[in-house]
């Protein structure tokens, strides 16, 4: 029994990713985000320039490609050009990809539309990764979940402060037009590890990213946190 279970450990768990997303600081999910993304790129045909948006540092997509250009507000190691999303300084069409992922979010419902309009207006096609909130997408009540249980614990999670406050783009406002490609986080799955995290704190062990880890691949069941989307 225990083989059968390091077998299964070793199988499911993107040991690489996982572990270089924890010890830059980048999240657990950071590098499996942009390791599907590159496949999508990959698949979607000739590719020539890429522009990522809200990197925070150099994009691991320039491991993979050539001309990779990695944008952002404020200046870190890696970023070529400091920009504001909304006000792209680039000629139309001048990108086969643009690349954001886990970024609308953090803008304004009212401002989203204008960074949106700016990918559609430097690209040949569009791939974004970001939590929704539609008939399909539970993101707002997880978060609420999740800030609840921030609030009774004195833990830091500024960033969830931050979906709930901007709102939660959809595929019927901003992102009207995009087509799911992979759907990601299942709620069910998401209650249960965190459920693990809330019984089991004291421990130093991650064993609700463990678990999540395992399951989330075989596990798809909706509705879902978020997905990954591509345009056109």
């Known amino acids: ?43 979607s045909g000739k590719v020539t320039r890429i522009l990522d948006i809200g990197t925070n540092g150099l994009s691991p997509l320039a491991l993979c490609y050539n001309y990779v250009v990695s944008i952002d507000i404020k200046r870190n190691y890696g970023i070529t050009v400091l920009a504001d999303c909304r006000y792209l300084p680039f000629r139309d069409r001048s990108f086969s990809h643009v690349v954001a992922l886990d970024l609308l979010e953090y803008i304004e419902k009212g401002q989203r539309h204008l960074a949106v309009g700016e990918m559609k207006r430097v690209r040949e096609r569009v791939l974004i990764h970001s939590p929704l909130n539609d008939n399909a997408h539970v993101a707002k009540v997880l978060d609420t979940i999740i800030s609840k249980y921030v609030k009774k614990n004195n833990c830091i999670k500024t960033y969830i402060s931050q979906h709930i406050n901007c709102g939660y783009p959809s595929l019927v406002g901003s992102l009207k037009g995009f087509r799911i490609l992979r759907n990601d986080y299942s709620y069910s799955l998401f209650i249960t590890c965190w459920k693990i995290r809330t019984n089991y704190l004291a421990s130093k062990l991650p064993l609700d990213i463990i678990f999540f880890q395992i399951f989330r691949k075989v596990f798809r069941k909706g509705p879902f946190y978020g997905a990954f989307l591509i345009w056109p």
């Open 1 to 43: 029994m225990i083989i059968a279970l390091i077998k299964t450990l070793r199988e499911h768990l993107p040991w690489t990713n996982l572990i270089r997303g924890v010890l830059e600081k980048r999240g657990f999910d950071f590098h499996e985000h942009y390791s599907y993304v590159a496949k999508c790129i990959q698949k």
